[in-house]
């Protein structure tokens, strides 16, 4: 199985799971896994399945005014965290807008964002999820969360969760096809 991986990520997180989730996938697929600014139409349309990710900003996805204040929370003199490339470009709300309309081709969500009851902090997983099923994905899994710290560091174990989440996913593909 052919999987594309499409992620937004301005700390590293983000990118960071997106990694961890292809490694988990590669026992089994064969796995591509790219920027949001670096994914075409052609990349999603050749997937045979399509797995979106992105850090939670505002309760949701990212917008240009989150990144702007993501970009400048990283100049800031105590900052502990560096800005991704193309960080501040579009991001997975802008790509999942112009995405070409797929039928019934599977897809998953997941997002990062901190530790805390999703009530409190929003899921921009959720978001994505709505999208794709929007633009025809059919969305066989629960969108699913990946913690950080409120220093904005991965939670211990996140990247072994993400792993073996992914391997599940295609577990799970094979069980229902």
Same mark, same amino acid.
Request: proline content about 3%.
């Given at each position: 199985m052919h999987i594309l991986i499409v992620y937004e990520s301005m700390f590293g997180n983000t990118r960071r799971v997106a990694q961890a989730i292809a490694e988990g996938l590669r026992t089994s697929s064969e796995v591509e896994i790219v920027p949001v600014g670096q994914a075409t139409p052609l990349m999603v349309s050749a997937a045979e399945m399509l797995i979106v990710g992105a850090p939670t900003h505002v309760h949701g996805m990212s917008s240009a005014t989150s990144r702007h204040g993501a970009a400048e929370q990283a100049t800031k003199p105590a900052s502990t965290?560096?800005?991704?490339?193309?960080?501040?470009?579009? @991001?997975?709300?802008?790509?999942?807008?112009?995405?070409p309309k797929e039928s019934g081709k599977p897809a998953v969500a997941f997002d990062t964002r901190i530790k805390a009851p999703s009530?409190?902090?929003?899921? !921009?997983?959720?978001?994505?999820?709505? !999208?794709?099923?929007?633009?025809?994905?059919?969305?066989? !899994? *629960?969108?699913?969360?990946?913690?950080?710290?409120?220093?904005? *560091?991965?939670? *211990? @174990?996140?990247?072994?969760?993400?792993?073996?989440?992914? *391997?599940?996913?295609?577990? @799970?593909?094979?069980?229902?096809?």
């Open positions: 965290v560096s800005l991704e490339p193309n960080a501040e470009a579009a @991001g997975i709300r802008d790509w999942l807008a112009t995405l009530i409190i902090t929003g899921r !921009a997983s959720s978001g994505i999820a709505k !999208a794709l099923r929007a633009h025809g994905f059919e969305v066989v !899994a *629960e969108p699913e969360s990946f913690l950080v710290t409120s220093q904005n *560091e991965l939670v *211990e @174990g996140e990247l072994d969760r993400a792993r073996s989440w992914a *391997e599940g996913l295609v577990g @799970g593909l094979v069980a229902i096809g």
